[in-house]
């Protein structure tokens, strides 16, 4: 997985399966974008996007998470339920504002 912090007046953590950065994604009027300048940061395993995913939580950052991984990543740690993910051409993703 790719995670990406970018640091604003709230932290922006963009987090992406690696083999989906740099393709798009349409269904109907929908468009999904994993653009490379944004979701590209970072090269983790599972864990250690895990701890960043909890540490990043609790600064109250926002998240776009795209792809299977990420998205387990992401509920392991607690930062969205099933609730909250979306599918594009069935490419999950998550917009969270915590």
Do not use: H, W
Request: negative net charge.
């Amino acid at each position: 997985m790719f995670v990406n912090i970018i640091r604003t007046y709230r932290d922006v953590v963009a987090i992406c399966d690696k083999e989906l950065i740099g393709k798009k994604f349409y269904e109907g009027k929908f468009q999904l974008d994993v653009k490379e300048n944004f979701y590209k940061g970072e090269e983790m395993n599972e864990e250690k996007t895990i701890q960043i995913l909890k540490n990043m939580k609790r600064e109250d950052a926002t998240f776009n998470i795209v792809g299977e991984k990420s998205i387990n990543a992401a509920i392991k740690a607690e930062v969205i339920n099933e609730n909250a993910i979306g599918k594009i051409e069935n490419i999950p993703f998550s917009l969270v504002l915590i």
